[in-house]
C-alpha cells in the first residue's frame, strides 16, 4: 500500500494524474516506457483507460508490459487495441509472436498489419529487431517472395533512404523512375519534395507539400516534412504553426514540442518557447539536450538565475559531460562572475582538452581576474588549437 501511495505522489508530481487530455496519458506512459519505468507506465496509462477508451491506450500498455515481459498481458492489450479500431494491434501481435519465435503466427498478424490502414514501411520491419529470431526461416523468406507493396512504395522507401545519407543525385535518379510511370500519384509528389528538400530547394518542396495539403490537411507525413522544409528556408514562424498542427492533432510525440520550441526561439517568443520546453522537461526531466536548451533559452530571455539552475542541474545528472561544464561557465561568463566561470572552463578542459573556445573564454575571465600571464597562456593554446580570434587578445595583452 505504502508503494502504491508513493507510486500516485510521483505521478501527482508530474502534474499529470488528473491531466484532461487523452494525449497528456500517453505522452506520459511513452516517457515512462521509454525511460524503462514500466510499472509507472502501466499505472498512467490504466487510468488513462479509464476516461478514454481510445485504441492508442491499449497499444502503449502493451508496449509497457512487453518491456516488463508481460507478453499474455500485452497480447490482451493489442487485441482490445483491434476491437476499438480494426488491425491496430496487428503489428505488435506480430512482434509477440516473432519474439517466442513462432514464424507462422507472426507472419499472419504482419500480413494483416500490411493489408491495414496501420501498415509499417517493409524499412521499418526489417530493421524491427523483434523479427529477428524468425528472419532466417523458410516461411520468412517464403512470405517476402509476394510483393507486399506497391512500385509506388518501394520507391518512395529508397528515395527517403537515399536523401537520409545524402545521396541526392541516387534520389533524383529514382524519382525519374517513378515519375515516368506515377507522375500524378502522391507518392509522386511526395518523392518529388523529398528530393528538392534533399537538393535545398526548400521552397519548391513548400509549393508540393502545401498542394498535397489541400486535399489531405491532417497528413502527418506531409506536415512534418513541410516543418523541416520551413525552417530549413528560413521561415520558423512557418515551422511552428506546422509542428502546431501536428500538436493539435493529437499525437503523443514529445519531440515536436521540442522543435516548436526551436521555432519560437528563433522568432523571438521567447515565453512559448520556455513554455514548450517546460513541457518536455516534465516528461523527460533528465534530458542532457532538453535542460541545456532550457538553460540557453532562460538565459536569452534575461534570466541568468534560471539558466543557471537548468545548467546545474544538468551537470547533477550528468558530472563528467564537459559540455554542461561549458555551458554553465558561459552562463557565469555572461553574468561576469568570473571564479565560477574559470572554474567550469577549467573542469570541461579536464575532460576535453582540445575546446579552443573554452580556452578562449577562460583566458577571458582571468584577465578580468587581472591574471594576465595565465590569460596569455590560454590564449596561446587557444591559438595553437585554430581560434582565430584569440589573436586579438594575443596582440593587445601579451605582445610586450
Not at 154 to 160: L, M, P, T
Amino acid at each position: 500500500m505504502k508503494k502504491f501511495l508513493v507510486l500516485l505522489n510521483s505521478l501527482a508530481f508530474a502534474g499529470l494524474i488528473f491531466a484532461q487530455q487523452p494525449v497528456d496519458y500517453l505522452l506520459k506512459g511513452k516517457a515512462f516506457i521509454e525511460t524503462g519505468k514500466s510499472v509507472e507506465a502501466i499505472t498512467i496509462l490504466s487510468e488513462g483507460l479509464l476516461k478514454n477508451q481510445d485504441y492508442r491506450f491499449y497499444i502503449e500498455r502493451a508496449e509497457a508490459y512487453m518491456a516488463g515481459g508481460d507478453y499474455k498481458s500485452a497480447t490482451n492489450d493489442y487485441k482490445s487495441a483491434n476491437t476499438l479500431a480494426s488491425s491496430s494491434g496487428e503489428y505488435g501481435l506480430a512482434r509477440i509472436y516473432a519474439l517466442k519465435s513462432d514464424a507462422i503466427n507472426a507472419l499472419s498478424h504482419l500480413e494483416n498489419s500490411i493489408n491495414s490502414a496501420y501498415k509499417k514501411s517493409e524499412k521499418v520491419i526489417m530493421l524491427d529487431a523483434a523479427f529477428s529470431l524468425i528472419e532466417n526461416t523458410p516461411d520468412w523468406r517464403q512470405f517476402w517472395k509476394k510483393e507486399r507493396y506497391s512500385t509506388p512504395e518501394n520507391k518512395v522507401s529508397e528515395i527517403e533512404y537515399y536523401a537520409s545519407i545524402g545521396k541526392t543525385e541516387d534520389a533524383a535518379t529514382v524519382l525519374n523512375e517513378l515519375a515516368a510511370d506515377y507522375s500524378e500519384d502522391p507518392n509522386t509528389q511526395y518523392a518529388k519534395a523529398l528530393v528538392n528538400l534533399s537538393q535545398g530547394k526548400n521552397i519548391e518542396c513548400t509549393a508540393i507539400l502545401t498542394k498535397l495539403l489541400d486535399s489531405d490537411k491532417r497528413n502527418e507525413t506531409y506536415l512534418r516534412l513541410l516543418a523541416k522544409a520551413q525552417s530549413a528556408s528560413g521561415n520558423p514562424s512557418g515551422a511552428s504553426q506546422s509542428y502546431s498542427d501536428l500538436i493539435d492533432m493529437g499525437l503523443a510525440d514529445a519531440n515536436l514540442f521540442i522543435l516548436r520550441a526551436d521555432c519560437y526561439s528563433k522568432t523571438g517568443e521567447i515565453d512559448k518557447a520556455i513554455q514548450d520546453i517546460t513541457k518536455y522537461l516534465d516528461l523527460y526531466p533528465e534530458d542532457k539536450a532538453a535542460l541545456s536548451f532550457a538553460g540557453r533559452i532562460e538565459a536569452r530571455s534575461g534570466d541568468n538565475l534560471k539558466a543557471l539552475d537548468y545548467f546545474s542541474r544538468n551537470l547533477k545528472i550528468h558530472p563528467n559531460d564537459p559540455e554542461c561544464f561549458i555551458d554553465r561557465g558561459n552562463a557565469y561568463f555572461v553574468s561576469k562572475t568570473w571564479d565560477s566561470a574559470i572554474s567550469d572552463y577549467s573542469m570541461a578542459l579536464d575532460i576535453q582538452p582540445a575546446n579552443s573556445d573554452s580556452w578562449l573564454n577562460k583566458g577571458i575571465a582571468l584577465l578580468n581576474k587581472g591574471k594576465t600571464e595565465d590569460a596569455c597562456h590560454d590564449f596561446r593554446t587557444a591559438m595553437a588549437l585554430g581560434n582565430k580570434k584569440s589573436a586579438i587578445y594575443i596582440n593587445k595583452f601579451c605582445i610586450k
